[in-house]
């Protein structure tokens, strides 16, 4: 856990800033979905999870609907979560290659992963209040893990941009694989999301997507070497 984390995690878990956000996931974990109909949902916002010393810090969207709201996990029981698992599993940041629910022991290490939302929204589009409203903790998490960070990776516009927003950086360009050296030595890598829109069209591909991974690793790795 990170420092503090504990109580972030509680913050987070608790949280009601965004009704239409908190209505969406609890109707969500009522209606549920025919292929998950017996499973208990866990319909509440989620903290992000992983390595408190990370070197790699993961930001994505938003949990999704039946995947992570479900789970109680970001990325964790749905295809986004699959793709991130397994680019994880093959460059050394996780023990497995699959994350299908909270106790299914897999494990991070020396990366962390996060949402700017912690909340699962319609249509997997948050509001620009809904971003705002909690940025605040997108924030927190950034600086618990200041101190060990080397690279960010950021799945997708909206993440690429709150970060930058969070830690105070403009007019960078957002692209696939698009590296971006920091203040303090860090490194941005901002990604496609791998969403099913995007791999299923192609837009993004395995190979496109490992090469995110890879790059994040060997940067993590020449630094280790000074
Ligand atoms: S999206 Fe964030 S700020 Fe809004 S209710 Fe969920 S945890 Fe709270």
């Not at 709150?162 to 303090?184: Q, T, W």
């Amino acid at each position: 856990m990170l420092d503090d984390d504990d109580d972030l995690q509680n913050k987070v878990i608790k949280c009601k800033e965004c009704s239409r956000l908190i209505r969406y996931i609890e109707s969500i974990g009522q209606a549920k979905v025919k292929r998950f109909t017996n499973e208990n949902y866990w319909a509440k916002p989620i903290p992000g999870y992983g390595d408190p010393k990370a070197t790699l810090l993961i930001i994505g969207l938003a949990p999704a609907a039946h995947g992570g709201n479900r789970t109680g996990r970001i990325f964790t029981g749905d295809s986004s979560g699959d793709w991130l698992a397994k680019a994880l599993f093959e460059t050394g940041f996780a023990n497995q290659p699959m994350s299908i629910s909270k106790n299914d022991g897999y494990a991070l290490k020396d990366a962390y992963v996060t949402a700017v939302v912690k909340c699962a929204p319609p249509q997997n589009i948050p509001t620009p209040s809904e971003i705002t409203n909690c940025s605040q903790y997108l924030q927190t998490e950034i600086k618990l893990l200041e101190s060990t960070t080397k690279v960010i990776v950021t799945l997708g516009k909206i993440a690429f941009d709150n970060y930058c927003k969070s830690v105070g950086m403009k007019r960078l360009i957002f692209g696939h694989n698009a590296i971006y050296k920091l203040k303090g030595g860090k490194t941005l890598i901002s990604s496609y999301h791998p969403s099913r829109r995007n791999t299923n069209t192609k837009t993004l591909t395995w190979e496109m997507w490992m090469e995110v991974f890879k790059t994040a690793k060997n940067i993590i790795k020449s630094s280790d070497n000074y």
